[in-house]
Nanobody, 123 residues
Framework: QARLMESGGGSVQVGGSLRLTCDVSGYTASTYSMAWFRQPPGKEQEGVAV???????TYSDSVKGRFAISKDNAKNTLYLQMKSLKPEDTAMYYC?????????????????WGRGTQVTVSS
C-alpha cells in the first residue's frame, strides 16, 4: 500500500524560503504523477503543483515563478522548493500521488495522500 509522509514545514518570515519533502513507500514514485496541494485556514483545498511520470510540471498561477516541484526517483522522494513566501501561502501542505500519471491539479485524480505539513508565513 502506498504511503506518503511530508516534512519540512515550519514558520518563516515573508520573503523567506522552505523546502518540503514527501517520502514515498509502497510504490515506485517514478511511475506515478505526484503533486502538492494546500489548504489555507478556513478555506478550501487548492492545487499547488504537479509533476508527471515523464517529468512534465504544472503550477497554479498563485505560485508560478516562486515554487518548484521536483522528484528524486532514486530516493522515491518528492520536493517542493518554495521561495519569496507570502502570508497567503500559509496553509497545510499535502503531497499526493496519481497512479494514472496525469498532470491536472484535480484532487479527485489522486488516490494516495499524506497527512500534511504546516507552513506559516508571518510578516
Amino acid at each position: 500500500q502506498a504511503r506518503l509522509m511530508e516534512s519540512g514545514g515550519g514558520s518563516v518570515q515573508v520573503g523567506g524560503s522552505l523546502r518540503l519533502t514527501c517520502d514515498v513507500s509502497g510504490y515506485t514514485a517514478s511511475t506515478y504523477s505526484m503533486a502538492w496541494f494546500r489548504q489555507p485556514p478556513g478555506k478550501e483545498q487548492e492545487g499547488v503543483a504537479v509533476i508527471g511520470a515523464d517529468g512534465a510540471t504544472t503550477y497554479s498561477d498563485s505560485v508560478k515563478g516562486r515554487f518548484a516541484i521536483s522528484k528524486d526517483n532514486a530516493k522515491n522522494t518528492l520536493y517542493l522548493q518554495m521561495k519569496s513566501l507570502k502570508p497567503e501561502d500559509t496553509a497545510m501542505y499535502y503531497c499526493a500521488a496519481d497512479p494514472f500519471g496525469g498532470t491536472v491539479l484535480d484532487p479527485a485524480d489522486f488516490a494516495y495522500w499524506g497527512r500534511g505539513t504546516q507552513v506559516t508565513v508571518s510578516s
